[in-house]
């Protein structure tokens, strides 16, 4: 199976900072460990599924999908990406490849 977008974001799976070379020694490195966090939740909330792309035990309510896609291009969006440091351009491309494919019942399992 071919690696997911927030797979190669991050590194592999949900591990933000390890993968990316943080480690907890600074307090930056724990910062962009937090704030990648936050991005990787949002994303888990707009499609229900994890960063490997595979579905969330309890899926997100309607609600809760529908306010992660808003945040996605917001400045909130924008300055998490920035803490997180990760450019928010590609991020964003992705995010709305993933929404089309999602919209037209293309989203499956591993393919996040």
């Known amino acids: 199976m071919s690696r997911t977008f927030l797979e190669r974001l991050t590194g592999h799976g949900s591990n933000f900072g390890e993968a990316r070379g943080l480690s ?26 994890d960063a490997t792309g595979m579905k969330t035990a309890v899926p997100p309510k309607g ?24 450019d928010p351009v590609p991020v964003y491309v992705e995010f709305l490849h ?11 399992e591993g393919a996040a």
């Open 24 to 49: 907890d020694k600074s307090e930056g490195d724990r910062a962009k460990r937090l704030w990648g966090a936050v991005l990787l939740e949002q994303w888990r909330l707009a499609f229900g599924c």
């Open 98 to 108: 993933t929404l089309e494919a999602a919209r037209a019942g293309e989203l499956v």
């Open 63 to 86: 609600h809760e999908i529908d306010a992660a896609r808003r945040w996605f291009g917001s400045r909130d969006f924008e300055a998490v990406c920035d803490l997180a440091g990760v």
